[in-house]
């Protein structure tokens, strides 16, 4: 398997955001290394993958199994090593009684019933994580994060130490008071 190979594969897929990977099942594909870091970077075999639209179109095939990820095309299935999560949150908006959350990756969605976070214990810290489509989570970015906690310290949504922000009237976890 190589990188060409793999996009070439992706590629064929095209027009669609979200192909069917949950329909897909390939032939694992081993002996290269991708993986995506704390602050949302890929990386193939070490190197960083620093053509954007590639890492978008990678990001489209993008299939997390038990607690697994892949890239999966028809042919192929690719392990990926991540640190946190595949997505980083970048930004959001306040749109009347709904956040919309933006996503390094080109992809936007709002904070919602399935849409929703969690915390996880990381590095000795409690980080949101919040679910973005199919089971893939995204983490915040460290700006976007101290913004979100920002608003949620305005509108004063604490409950047994735990801050949240209200979006689609659901109360979203943010952090803990400490």
Same mark, same amino acid.
């Given at each position: 398997?190589? =990188?060409?190979?793999?996009?070439?594969? *992706?590629?064929?897929?095209?027009?669609?955001?979200?192909?069917?990977?949950?329909?897909?099942?390939?032939?694992?594909? @081993?002996?290269?290394?991708?993986?995506?870091?704390? $602050?949302?970077?890929? &990386?193939? +075999?070490?190197?960083?993958?620093?053509?954007?639209?590639? #890492?978008?179109?990678? !990001?489209?095939?993008?299939?997390?199994?038990?607690?697994?990820? &892949?890239? #999966?095309?028809?042919? $192929?299935?690719?392990?990926?090593?991540?640190? @946190?999560?595949?997505?980083?949150?970048?930004?959001? $908006?306040?749109?009347?009684?709904? =956040?919309? /959350?933006?996503? +390094?990756?080109?992809? !936007?969605?709002?904070? +919602?019933?399935?849409?929703?976070?969690?915390? @996880?214990? %990381?590095?000795?810290?409690?980080?949101?994580?919040?679910?973005?489509? !199919?089971?893939? $989570?995204?983490? &915040?970015?460290?700006?976007?994060? %101290?913004?979100? *906690?920002?608003?949620?310290?305005?509108?004063? =949504? =604490?409950?047994?130490?735990? /801050?949240? #922000?209200?979006?689609?009237? *659901?109360?979203?976890?943010?952090?803990? @008071?400490?």
């Amino acid at each position: 398997m190589s =990188i060409s190979k793999l996009t070439k594969s *992706i590629d064929q897929t095209k027009g669609k955001s979200f192909p069917p990977v949950h329909l897909w099942n390939p032939e694992l594909c @081993i002996g290269q290394e991708i993986s995506i870091n704390r $602050e949302g970077d890929w &990386f193939y +075999n070490k190197s960083i993958i620093k053509n954007k639209k590639l #890492v978008n179109l990678f !990001s489209t095939v993008l299939r997390k199994d038990e607690e697994n990820y &892949f890239l #999966v095309t028809p042919t $192929e299935k690719v392990p990926v090593k991540v640190d @946190i999560a595949p997505y980083m949150i970048t930004n959001f $908006e306040l749109l009347d009684n709904q =956040i919309l /959350l933006d996503t +390094n990756l080109d992809f !936007s969605f709002d904070l +919602n019933d399935i849409n929703t976070t969690r915390l @996880i214990r %990381y590095e000795d810290a409690h980080i949101p994580l919040v679910h973005v489509r !199919s089971g893939i $989570e995204g983490f &915040f970015s460290r700006n976007c994060y %101290y913004k979100l *906690i920002d608003l949620a310290l305005k509108k004063d =949504i =604490i409950k047994d130490n735990k /801050l949240y #922000v209200l979006s689609n009237n *659901i109360k979203h976890l943010v952090g803990k @008071i400490a």
